[in-house]
């Protein structure tokens, strides 16, 4: 059983900043794909950021130049730092793993591993 352990999540105003991290213990995981996905409210689960084996990264188009996603293979751990908050960002924030193909990156069937998720709100 692979457990991926998100924390970090929490209450922000507009415009601050929060650290997303996600811990997969006791797994190697530097030839794996990491991801970001968040759900909000009454909305359907959707991409946030992806970061591939060799670090190259994708983003959603909502994010993207306020979120960066990075890795550290040695700790098993990745992050998404969120810069710039909105309210609309107010969601549960899922870390996932798996090795998707690329026209699966940013898709739920790209990962087989998920975490519990970590609530963020963002007031205005």
């Known amino acids: 059983q692979v457990q991926l352990l998100e924390s970090g999540g929490g209450l922000a105003q507009a415009g601050d900043s929060l650290r997303l991290s996600c811990e997969v213990p006791?797994?190697?995981?530097?030839?794996?794909?990491m991801a970001w996905f968040r759900q909000a409210p009454g909305k359907e689960r959707e991409f946030v950021a992806a970061?591939?084996?060799?670090?190259?990264?994708y983003y959603a188009d909502s994010v993207k130049g306020r979120f960066t996603i990075s890795r550290n293979n040695i700790k098993t751990m990745v992050y998404l730092q969120m810069d710039s908050l909105r309210p609309e960002d107010t969601a549960v924030y899922y870390c996932?793993?798996?090795?998707?193909?690329?026209?699966?990156?940013?898709?739920?069937?790209?990962?087989?591993?998920w975490g519990q998720g970590t609530q963020v709100t963002v007031s205005s």
């Open positions: 996932a793993m798996g090795n998707p193909i690329t026209s699966t990156i940013r898709t739920s069937q790209g990962y087989r591993h």
């Open positions: 970061i591939k084996w060799n670090d190259y990264t």
């Open positions: 006791g797994r190697t995981f530097s030839g794996s794909s």
